[in-house]
């Protein structure tokens, strides 16, 4: 699940991630070539006391973060990458225009060991925040998914977005 801020208030995130992955399995980029985004992904390895998956931290708007308490991209199941929309300043962030991704997109993810892995997305939602959106999704057993989540909505200024921006999709044979 992802909550409130964009996504409210930011747990231990792991830093070093950025560019150098514990492991050469784990992801360090997310490339999204339609929309130009090419982010270094820092692990986001903890949860807010609603047990949501807690976003970057807003002065890394330009950086998207992995939950590395989920499934590592690849892998059956279902791995999250969060980001915001735009920075605490109102800025752009990298995920300001991924609302305009279709079914189809591209999304790369490079892992540490230099693999890319191909995913196309296959849906697009909005759902309110509170909604668990990983543990909502049931792949079936073989599948490989991937979801890109952001804030969603046109809140009013001031006010935080009431709901998640959610892109599906799908690891690529």
């Known amino acids: 699940m992802l909550a409130g801020g964009c996504f ?3 747990g231990a995130v792991d830093d070093k991630a950025v560019g150098t992955p514990a492991s050469a399995d784990e992801p360090q ?14 692990r986001i390895n903890t949860l807010g006391k609603d047990r949501s998956v807690q976003g970057p931290p807003p002065e890394q708007g330009m950086t998207a973060g992995w939950y590395s308490g989920g499934v590592l991209p690849g892998e059956r199941g279902v791995a999250m990458i969060v980001g915001h929309r735009e920075d605490r300043d109102g800025r ?3 995920f ?3 609302h305009t991704v279709g079914e189809g997109t591209v999304i790369d993810v490079e892992r540490g060991d230099g693999r890319v892995l191909h995913f196309v997305v296959t849906r697009v939602e909005t759902v309110e925040k509170g909604v668990p ?13 991937l979801l890109l989540v952001t804030c969603g909505g046109a809140p009013a ?3 935080r977005a009431a709901r998640n921006l959610v892109v599906h999709a799908a690891l690529r044979p």
């Open 157 to 159: 200024p001031g006010e």
């Open 92 to 94: 752009p962030a990298v």
């Open 133 to 145: 959106v990983a543990r909502k999704e049931q792949p079936a057993p073989k599948e490989r998914k």
């Open 29 to 42: 980029r997310v490339r999204i070539p339609s929309l130009g985004v090419d982010s270094p992904l820092i």
């Open 8 to 10: 409210g208030s930011v």
């Open 96 to 98: 300001r225009e991924l």
